[in-house]
């Protein structure tokens, strides 16, 4: 079992910028991705951010040039920094890991709460 927990969301105003920040523990290996998702109100689940075990990054049309996974993030760690924020990027956020072994084992948090107003 992999337990995440995430922190960094709130309240901040159109053009601001925030960090999340997801940590991870118990059975971290065989680490296949780890990235964020986010779910508005009213719509599904979708990818903001992706980073493979070998460090290539997949970002969403939508937040792209706005929003990067850093590179320094430890084996069992992973954050989202958010520039430019917009009011339709508010969401609520969750950490997601995969882990590869016989099959794909998706782990996620609980989530944080991200609203972009003025």
């Known amino acids: 079992q992999v337990q995440l927990v995430e922190s960094g969301g709130g309240l901040v105003q159109p053009g601001g910028s925030l960090r999340l920040s997801c940590a991870a523990s118990g059975s971290i290996f065989s680490i296949y991705a780890m990235g964020w998702y986010r779910q508005a109100p009213g719509k599904q689940r979708e990818l903001v951010a992706a980073?493979?075990?070998?460090?290539?990054?997949n970002y969403a049309d939508a937040v792209k040039g706005r929003v990067t996974i850093p590179r320094d993030n430890a084996k069992n760690a992973v954050d989202l920094q958010m520039n430019s924020l917009k009011p339709e990027d508010t969401a609520v956020y969750y950490c997601?890991?995969?882990?590869?072994?016989?099959?794909?084992?998706?782990?996620w948090g609980q989530g944080t709460q991200v609203t972009v107003s003025s």
């Open positions: 980073m493979s075990s070998g460090g290539n990054t």
């Open positions: 997601n890991f995969v882990r590869l072994e016989s099959d794909y084992l998706a782990y």
